[in-house]
Each structure stands twice: as structure tokens, then as C-alpha cells.
């Protein structure tokens, strides 16, 4: 174990927890994050030694440090937007942006990398150059293509890329590893029927979207159940149904919002083109028509097994083989970090946060003694990578 990398790091303990608590209580949602972006721009500037770029794909950001002559180049991703959820708690630094809350711990994924970074800007332990990929939007999928399609990996070179998301639930302070894939791809889209409004007394002058809408949300349930092999994992949600206000109304449209996970890529493409189909028929059975609105297309998280198995070796000598799963559960959320390893070798690990509310309830707290670990991880990867 590397006692002393952990114990320096936790005596920074305070200096990371301010930089989350600042964060945490003013959290922006994604794509629109333009005070976080610049507040971490500031305390990265206070390091003195990286190189920082701003404005990738947006409010994206890389900063790089290069020491000595070494060619190599690792990639270190943290993202930083919030969520548009309550938060439901008695923080002492609970949100003050109403409705908005980093309910999901990308305030303390970045407090991580900072920490990390300042470390490292003081230490200079390594031979090569580390580049810090600060990344806005993972909630929507935006943020990761936004970057890409900026020109990221060919403007910031890196030979591989790491990335790390707390969980709640698992042991607190053990690293989750997994080779392959790890987490689904996502697909969020809409679909809108449109009928003809009429007076609840009189439906048969109307063309009711709320009936078609509830059959299509039954109908759907059909996917998974007769389309896709029990050996395979998929899920299709409808998680929210909106149509009409009022009992005496047949309203004239209804909206339903899909979030479509599905973990292998073939499997993903006969899930959505049945979505498509079934949506079809069931609005014209019911003489409705129909808009399908889809989202960014997701992929599936794929982590590189060489880069996997060496973090987890370098994790074991770091922290001691007890605080690593080399074999963990694949997941069924979504990251849009899966779009830079589809770019770039690397690996995607999970952090236990301990028991507690899961990320996106409003009651979920980012545990802050994970700060320290979070970074001491990323500086033996790093310290590991160029040496």
C-alpha cells in the first residue's frame, strides 16, 4: 500500500471539500454550466503549471501538465453538470439554485481531479504528460460528442483515458472493475400523439390520444419480452406520460418519454426499430398521428481489459487487494464517457459511496471522505502511467 500518497492526500481533505461544497451549491444544469466551467478554470489556474484550454465543446476543458521528456500521455476525465431535481436535505451547503442539485456526485468527481492535479503540479513525481478532460453535459449525453466533435482527441493526444463514478450501495472506498462492456447504452426519446380534442361527453366527435397512448404504453412492454433473449439485457421505460387536465376533456395530444437501455449494439438496433413499428401501428389503429422525437444515440460503455486490468493492478498496490473487484456487475445505467473509449483505450471504474440514498434521489449526499481516495487514485494511475 502507499500509505504515505494516502495519508498526503487526506490531509488535503478540507481544501477538496471546499471546492465541492462551492460547487455543490450552485449547480447548473447540463450544457448551460457556464459559472462552473469558470470556477474551475480559476482554481486550475491557481496551480500555476497547466496549460488549460477552454470552451471544448462549449464549456468542456483540458489542462495539461508535461514534465520531463517523457512521450506518453494519459487522459484523466471528471464531469461537472447538475441535475434538474429538488434536493431534499439539511446540507449545510445544500443547493441554492432552486430545482438544481448535483444529485448525482459530479461535484465531487471533479473536487477529485482537482485534487489530484494540484498534487501532482506540486509533486511533478512523473515523466510524461497528464491531461485533465473536464467535461459538461454527461447527464444529457451532449457533453462527451460535444468535446469529440471539437476536435478533443486530435487537438489533446492522449494514449489512454480514465474515468470514475461513485455508487452508493457498494462497499465504501472499493474500486469496481469490470473488462468489456460495463454499462448500457442509453436512448432517450420522445414520442407525441396527436388526436382531435373534444368534450368529455362527446368522444366520439374527438380522436382520443390518451387511450392510444396507454396502449402504446402497454404494447411496448411487448419489446423486451418477445424480441430480446433472456441471456441479453435490455430495458425500455416509459417514465412519464402526459396528456389532458381536466376529467370532462378528451385532450389532443399525449406525450410519452422513453429512456431505452439495452447493453449489446445489435440488440439496441432491433429494440428501437420495434419502438418505431409498434408506435406506428398503435397510432394508427387509433387514428392518431404521431411524432418520434429521438435523443442522441447512445452506445455501450466498453472498457479496454489491458487498461482495466492494469488500474485494477495499480489500484491493489495502491490501497491493498481488499479495496479491489476485478469482476464487478455490469450496470445497466449510462455514462457518455462510452463515446471517448470508443475513441480511445481506457476504463470506466465504480467507487462504493457507502450505504445511502442512490445518485438522483433527492435525498442521495456525495461522501466526502471519498474525496481524498478519489484523488490519491487518480495520482497512482498517473504517477503508475509515466513513470
Not at 489556474?45 to 470552451?55: Q, R
Not at 422525437?293 to 495499480?314: C, Q
Not at 498496490?317 to 469482476?327: C, I, K, L, P, S
Request: negative net charge; aromatic residues 10%; proline residues 4%.
Amino acid at each position: 500500500m502507499n500509505t504515505e500518497l494516502i495519508a498526503t492526500l487526506k490531509s488535503k481533505k478540507e481544501e477538496l471539500k471546499t471546492w465541492q461544497e462551492t460547487m455543490h451549491k450552485s449547480p447548473e444544469l447540463s450544457m448551460q454550466e457556464e459559472n462552473t466551467a469558470k470556477y474551475i478554470a480559476d482554481v486550475v489556474k491557481s496551480f500555476g503549471d497547466y496549460e488549460l484550454v477552454e470552451g471544448i465543446g462549449k464549456y468542456g476543458m483540458v489542462a495539461s501538465l508535461k514534465v520531463g521528456d517523457g512521450e506518453k500521455v494519459i487522459g484523466i476525465r471528471a464531469d461537472f453538470d447538475g441535475l434538474p431535481i429538488p434536493e431534499n436535505n439539511d446540507l449545510p451547503y445544500k443547493s441554492t439554485n432552486e430545482g438544481r442539485s448535483h444529485l448525482c456526485g459530479h461535484d465531487g468527481h471533479t473536487s477529485m481531479a482537482l485534487g489530484a492535479a494540484k498534487y501532482l503540479a506540486e509533486t511533478k513525481n512523473f515523466n510524461g504528460t497528464v491531461r485533465f478532460f473536464f467535461q459538461p453535459g454527461e447527464e444529457t449525453m451532449q457533453g462527451s460528442p460535444a468535446m469529440i466533435a471539437d476536435g478533443l482527441f486530435e487537438r489533446f493526444r492522449v494514449d489512454a483515458i480514465y474515468a470514475m463514478h461513485n455508487i452508493p450501495g457498494l462497499e465504501f472506498g472499493k474500486f469496481y472493475f469490470r473488462e468489456g462492456q460495463t454499462m448500457s447504452a442509453v436512448d432517450n426519446w420522445e414520442i407525441e400523439l396527436t388526436g382531435k380534442g373534444s368534450h368529455g361527453s362527446m368522444p366520439e366527435l374527438g380522436i382520443d390520444p390518451l387511450v392510444c397512448g396507454s396502449s402504446l404504453v402497454m404494447a411496448l412492454q411487448t419489446i423486451v419480452s418477445r424480441n430480446v433473449s433472456p441471456w441479453k439485457q435490455s430495458v425500455v421505460n416509459v417514465g412519464a406520460f402526459q396528456s389532458g387536465n381536466a376529467g370532462n376533456v378528451v385532450p389532443q395530444t399525449a406525450l410519452l418519454k422513453l429512456s431505452i437501455r439495452n447493453m449489446d449494439n445489435e440488440v439496441r438496433k432491433i429494440v428501437l426499430d420495434k419502438i418505431r413499428t409498434i408506435t406506428k401501428s398503435q397510432a394508427e389503429a387509433f387514428n392518431c398521428t404521431y411524432e418520434i422525437r429521438e435523443g442522441i444515440p447512445g452506445t455501450v460503455l466498453v472498457n479496454t481489459p489491458e487498461n482495466t486490468k492494469w488500474a485494477a493492478d495499480v489500484t491493489a498496490e495502491t490501497f491493498g487487494e481488499d479495496r479491489v473487484e476485478r469482476n464487478a456487475n455490469a450496470m445497466m445505467s449510462s455514462e457518455d464517457f462510452a463515446f471517448m473509449l470508443e475513441k480511445c483505450p481506457g476504463s470506466y471504474v465504480m467507487v462504493g459511496n457507502g450505504d445511502g440514498f442512490m445518485v438522483h434521489h433527492p435525498q442521495y449526499v456525495f461522501n466526502q471522505d471519498l474525496l481524498p481516495i478519489g484523488a490519491a487514485y487518480w495520482v497512482s494511475l498517473v504517477e503508475a502511467y509515466l513513470k
